[in-house]
């Protein structure tokens, strides 16, 4: 049994995850693991099978998670909620053999079983009538987990982990922010980007907490946990502190009281994935008596740097976690002075191990063994600091990161559109919001609501347009390249 697996049954009949249905303990959830593990084996899953899930948060996830990782396969979590067309890409892409759900996702789960010639399994039926088999030894150096992500080129890149990488991650949030089995978590994060699988999820079962799976973020029902005087960490990414601020604002005097005081209460507040504003930093100090501990990862890296227990400064994310190296360099590859900005390259145990079936994409990410993150950051005296992406083409939208040049190819393909530019809008809530400017093919001019109908049956939601301006002509430079910044500026210009 791999590094991360390899505890659950020591916590015992310790409680394990609180979903919808109720109670599990880590004993009973290492059963019901152990049971898919034996059915997938059965269905054929054999050492690097790919299988994906589509299993709802919470006990069903997590067994056939555990499961396909003791059955020797790599798992790639899919969002339930996204269009068939978005999924297709990672389910053709990285082969999937099976696919994990339960009754609510069968019907998605046999489409998407469809694109690859897959097989399903149903994880609850697997637990309710288990039939064990001998498993297959599982290595530290098996890929364990592909997560895709946005690029500059093309369509998402599928990000391969090891075992030994994602335990490294689990590791070093564990020693930097003290987990101990005394803690729980609300997960209101989604089961497929590095923060809701392992800085919540994976990190909380690796120490015997205890993890409650609400099944995806709804304001009040969050400030209802943060208030219960249960749980001690939670995490989000910027957007949900904004959205929680304002459900405090939108709340009456006696709510507002007592979800303040008891929120105060938790031992940890953490945020990442997009910066922080130093606004909402300071309205949740002012509501919840926290400083929001800001920290920096990446899915190719789980976590590199972080403000710390002891010192957060607002507008920075802090030093290095435990085992991880971090550099500033110029274009040339070239260490920069301190305090100079520059491209920032990490290194360490926790970092992925390829871009899967891309060894073009891996090679030039990587320079000897630094992986060039494409983040523009400067080392200061009160830790590093974050100036944004080297391209414009990586947006970041409610912590969600899409790319420009994958949208623009979708909605290339809209009847009414000659051609396009996508492009990301400072937003106070999004951090950035997905706009295009468009060129008309006909006389045709669908409504802004129309267009975000089109896109989502075509994409996830966080990369379909907010905003809609139809344009004679794309700005473009003597090369022929179209200029984001003058596409940006007519928005602004046509406000
Ligand atoms: C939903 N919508 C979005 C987004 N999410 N639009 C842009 N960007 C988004 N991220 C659309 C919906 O389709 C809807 O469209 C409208 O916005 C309002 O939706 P709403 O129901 O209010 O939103 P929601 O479903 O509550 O989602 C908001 C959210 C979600 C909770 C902030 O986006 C979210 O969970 N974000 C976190 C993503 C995350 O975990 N990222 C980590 C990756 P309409 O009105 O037309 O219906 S980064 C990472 O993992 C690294 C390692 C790191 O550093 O952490
Ligand atoms: P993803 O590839 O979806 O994992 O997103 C990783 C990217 O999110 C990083 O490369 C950064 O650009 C951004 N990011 C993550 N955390 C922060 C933060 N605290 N401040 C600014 N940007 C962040």
């Not at 995850?17 to 997938?40: F, H, I, M, P, T």
Request: proline share 5%; charged share 20%; aromatic share 8%.
């Amino acid at each position: 049994m791999a590094a991360l697996d390899s505890t659950l049954a020591s916590f015992g009949e310790s409680l394990a995850v609180v979903d919808r249905d109720g109670e599990q303990s880590y004993l009973a959830l290492d059963g019901a693991a152990n049971a898919v593990a034996a059915a997938l084996v059965r269905a054929g899953v054999r050492s690097g099978s790919v299988v994906a899930t589509v299993c709802p948060a919470g006990r069903w996830w997590l067994a056939g998670t555990y499961g396909a990782w003791r059955a020797g396969a790599v798992l790639l979590p899919l969002e339930a909620s996204h269009p068939p067309a978005e999924l297709r890409h990672p389910v053709t892409d990285s082969g999937v053999t099976h696919v994990l759900c339960t009754a609510e996702s069968v019907e998605l789960a046999n489409e998407l079983a469809a694109f690859a010639n897959a097989q399903i399994v149903d994880v609850r039926e697997a637990v309710a009538a288990p039939n064990f088999v001998t498993l297959p030894e599982i290595s530290d150096d098996d890929d364990a987990m592909i997560v895709y992500t946005s690029g500059t080129t093309g369509l998402p890149k599928g990000v391969v982990h090891t075992h030994r990488s994602l335990g490294a991650q689990c590791s070093a949030m564990v020693e930097a922010w003290d987990w101990t089995a005394a803690d729980r978590i609300v997960c209101v994060l989604p089961l497929h980007h590095v923060h809701g699988l392992v800085n919540v999820t994976f990190t909380s079962l690796s120490v015997g907490a205890v993890l409650e799976t609400p099944g995806g973020f709804d304001a009040i029902k969050t400030w209802e946990r943060l208030a219960s005087g249960d749980v001690t960490i939670f995490m989000a990414v910027p957007t949900i502190y904004s959205r929680l601020v304002r459900a405090w604002l939108d709340a009456d005097e006696a709510t507002k009281a007592r979800w303040s005081s008891r929120a105060a209460l938790l031992r940890l507040m953490v945020s990442g994935s997009a910066a922080l504003p130093v606004s909402t930093l300071e309205q949740w100090r002012e509501i919840s008596g926290h400083v929001l501990l800001e920290r920096y990862g990446m899915t190719e890296l789980g976590m590199a740097l972080g403000n710390t227990l002891d010192r957060r400064v607002p507008g920075h994310v802090g030093w290095p976690f435990p085992g991880v190296e971090v550099r500033i360099v110029n274009e040339d590859i070239v260490d920069v002075p301190d305090g100079d900005v520059g491209e920032l390259l990490v290194r360490g145990s926790q970092v992925f191990n390829r871009y899967l079936n891309r060894p073009d994409a891996t090679a030039e990410s990587f320079v000897d063994g630094w992986f060039r993150t494409g983040d523009v950051a400067q080392q200061t005296p009160d830790g590093y600091r974050l100036l944004g992406r080297a391209s414009v083409d990586i947006i970041k939208s409610g912590g969600e990161k899409v790319s420009a040049l994958e949208i623009e190819e979708v909605f290339r393909t809209h009847p009414a559109i000659a051609d396009c530019a996508v492009v990301g809008l400072p937003d106070e809530e999004w951090g950035e919001r997905v706009a295009i400017a468009w060129i008309a093919d006909s006389a045709d001019r669908p409504t802004d609501a129309e267009f975000r109908a089109w896109g989502k049956e075509r994409l996830a939601p966080a990369k379909v347009p907010f905003n809609y301006l139809c344009i004679s002509e794309l700005p473009r430079n003597p090369m022929g390249k179209v200029t984001k910044v003058a596409v940006k500026e007519r928005f602004t210009t046509a406000d």
